[in-house]
């Protein structure tokens, strides 16, 4: 770990003082370009995480308080150099443990100024706000509302920070590309309608699949680039822990749904149960999937049931495809 003393002000590139509204735009701006995704130099990792517990520290009222009258005052002799990190570190969760969240705040800034960027100070930053949190809901009425970053459940602390990092401006929608889509979708259903070419795969013929897969991407895309669905990466990116690791959601949703989207949407459930917040705008691209199968099955002939199995697949693999490709071009995405 680098030797530079902790100062979250000037890792974030703020001025003492600056508020969480300043602290949370600089978060934003230079997570963007910190992120080992985009940087891919050997430093990467350890410079986002002293970047993200800079964050997480201003964002804490009661530790930005106590950083800056220790910044006025720096003789204050409470400002002790902590030499056993192990042991320091024991010690300020024991605290927690024992309800003195005030004395683990103390312990966690003496910790942080010889030791920042280290992982373990993010977990015990995480720890903190989650006993104040507990401690919060005991004591009955709620507290006025602060704006930190809530806390995911069951240490998906990964999908709660890959949120706030992509989090698009709100923009205005362009409604017509929602409408160009619907008129897509209509022209893959009239297309296959006037089909008559012969049955190639579980029934269907390859003018049907292609029409499928197309009406599936094309309006995906337009409702994407539209504004209709939010970003892809804001609402499919986030990481799903497993025994094996971490993989993005949208890859579990794809597999799933390779067999059927009934099967995906299950899935997606039980993960935003337990895992992720959950997004009235994934059901509703769901539902869009399914209208649009429904409608194709119609035009093939009104043959219902492989609405649920093949041939809502075709339609749902090509629209998560279309909904990625769709948020490059949406209003107030960031690569714009």
Do not use: N
């Not at 190639?200 to 029409?211: A, D, K, N, P």
């Not at 609402?235 to 890859?251: F, I, K, M, N």
């Amino acid at each position: 770990m680098s030797d530079e003393r902790f100062d979250p002000w000037r890792t974030l590139g703020i001025q003492v003082g600056a508020g969480p509204g300043e602290v949370r735009a600089a978060w934003r701006r230079l997570a963007r370009r910190m992120h080992p995704d985009v940087r891919r130099d050997a430093a990467a990792h350890e410079d986002f995480i002293r970047l993200r517990q800079a964050y997480q520290t201003l964002m804490d009222d009661e530790l930005r308080a106590r950083l800056e009258r220790r910044f006025l005052t720096p003789d204050d002799d409470s400002f002790a150099i902590i030499d056993d990190f192990e042991v320091t570190l024991g010690d300020a969760y024991e605290l927690l443990e024992r309800g003195y969240i005030d004395e683990a705040r103390a312990l966690y800034l003496d910790l942080a100024r010889d030791h920042a960027g280290d992982e373990r100070l993010l977990k015990l930053v995480e720890a903190i706000r989650r006993a104040e949190e507990r401690t919060a809901r005991m004591a009955g009425p709620a507290r006025p509302e602060v704006h930190t970053p809530r806390e995911p459940a069951r240490g998906a602390a990964s999908w709660e920070s890959y949120r706030e990092m992509w989090t698009p401006e709100a923009t205005p929608a362009r409604r017509w590309l929602g409408l160009l889509a619907c008129a897509v979708v209509a022209g893959c259903v009239m297309a296959v309608r006037a089909s008559d070419a012969p049955p190639t795969l579980q029934g269907f013929s390859t003018v049907e699949i292609g029409m499928a897969a197309l009406a599936g991407f094309l309006g995906a895309l337009l409702a994407a680039a539209g504004g209709l669905l939010r970003s892809f990466d804001f609402e499919l990116g986030g990481t799903v822990t497993d025994r094996g690791g971490e993989a993005p959601l949208w890859l579990y949703l794809g597999v799933a749904g390779l067999i059927s989207p009934a099967l995906a949407l299950i899935f997606y459930l039980v993960i935003a149960l337990f895992e992720a917040p959950l997004s009235w705008r994934v059901l509703a691209f769901f539902a869009g999937v399914y209208a649009t199968a429904a409608a194709l099955a119609w035009a093939h002939g009104g043959q219902m049931a492989e609405v649920l199995t093949f041939g809502a697949s075709v339609v749902f693999v090509p629209a998560l495809a279309g909904w990625a490709v769709g948020s490059i071009f949406r209003p107030g995405h960031w690569w714009e």
